[in-house]
């Protein structure tokens, strides 16, 4: 069986053989394309800037049984430390793309444009609704992934339609009501589908209306949240019921715990954030920290909402291993 390397070096020659014109960077560190700016390198980077090359590539890793996944904003990425060993493939180009219908208050938008484009432009011409992804960083891929949103309010519920690379890279359109989509959740999360776009459409507001509430929105973020250091936002899901995972966390007395560079955030409990020097595996060990500490205490465990790239395990069996550790 040829290694990761050999697998690689097959890849490059078969792109450069095909005319591949999107860059292929080799071993390349993962940090600097994350909003947490921790972990290891990986195998190589791919950015790719039309359907036809991404259908061209997406063969080729199939063929050849690459190990790959899609980074976006990088903005609910862990990075563990040893990396990850596989391809990592970025759109850019023509999926960076936006078409407004001003009429109809609808926007087409490609999965690499930053989620706050989509917002500012959608705010433009009045997209009641919009508002509700203020502030959140990352690309519309990625947000229609995480089923990203605020208070009860998530994408899914502005999506007409999603353009998908299906597994058998066939170019498909799902409905909403295809994409599944729940508190933080879409069928992309346990699937091999590639978000190429969406369709975004809302009923018509004021447009100086949606532009004021997104400001609220964004300074009341400043306000609660540490966004001025890197973190991924919230690491832990919001358990059923009233109490929020910061609040269980704050509860916990845990608020302001170091480990090397990792601190959970004395301004937002559910933020564990990297204070310049944090490793991957610092800030895995407060999340099995909170997750353990917050079960003892009340009988809740806490779900990951970030996502750990690099491991064979899950990020909840890494969890539940590192958090008997911690109570021995
Ligand atoms: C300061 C801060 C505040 C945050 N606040 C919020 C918030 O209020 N609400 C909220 O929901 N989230 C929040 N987040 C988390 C994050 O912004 C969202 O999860 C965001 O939607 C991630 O998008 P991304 O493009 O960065 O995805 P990435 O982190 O790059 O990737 C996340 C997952 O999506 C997959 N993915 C990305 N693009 C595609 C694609 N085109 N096709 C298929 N799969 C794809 C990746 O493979 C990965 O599995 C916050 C993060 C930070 C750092």
């Known amino acids: 069986m040829p290694g990761t390397s050999e697998k690689i070096n097959k890849l490059h020659q078969r792109l450069d053989d095909s005319g591949f014109p999107g860059k292929i960077t080799r071993d390349v560190p993962i940090a600097p394309l994350t909003w947490y700016k921790v972990g290891g390198n990986a195998s190589v980077l791919i950015e790719v800037d039309n359907i036809e090359n991404l259908i061209n590539l997406k063969f080729i890793l199939d063929e050849l049984s690459i190990r790959w996944m899609l980074i976006g904003g990088g903005a609910n ?19 960076s793309e936006m078409q407004v219908d001003v009429d109809n208050t609808k926007i087409w938008c490609g999965s690499a444009v930053p989620l706050l484009n989509l917002v500012r432009e959608g705010s433009l011409i009045g997209m009641t609704g919009i508002e509700r992804l203020a502030g959140i960083p990352g690309s519309a891929g990625g947000a229609i992934y995480m089923n990203a949103g605020t208070f009860g ?4 519920g502005l999506i007409d339609s999603v353009d998908i690379l299906a597994s058998d890279n066939t170019v498909q359109t799902l409905g909403p009501d295809e994409c599944e989509f729940t508190y933080r959740t879409s069928r992309f999360q346990h ?11 809302s009923d018509r507001g004021n447009p100086g209306e949606i532009s004021a509430e997104i400001e609220k929105r964004i300074t009341r973020r400043k306000e609660t949240q540490p966004i001025e250091i890197p973190s991924c936002g919230c690491v832990f899901r919001n358990p059923e019921g009233e109490k929020s995972a910061g609040f269980l966390i704050e509860e916990a007395g845990l608020m302001g715990t170091t480990e090397g560079g990792a601190v959970i955030s004395d301004k937002h409990a559910n933020f564990i954030v990297n204070t310049g020097n944090a490793s991957a595996s610092d800030i895995l060990h407060l999340m099995a920290l909170a997750r353990v500490t917050v079960r003892e205490k009340y009988g809740v465990t806490l779900k990951p909402e970030v996502e750990l790239v690099g491991s ?17």
Do not use: M, N, P, Q
Request: hydrophobic residues 45%; contains cysteine.
């Open 191 to 201: 699937s091999d589908e590639i978000i190429l776009g969406c369709l975004v459409v």
């Open 312 to 328: 064979d395990d899950s990020l909840e069996v890494i969890l539940d291993a590192r958090g008997k550790k911690e109570k021995t």
């Open 153 to 156: 309010e998530f994408i899914g």
């Open 77 to 95: 990425l862990l990075v563990s430390d040893d990396g990850f060993e596989g391809a990592i493939v970025k759109l850019c180009g023509t999926f």
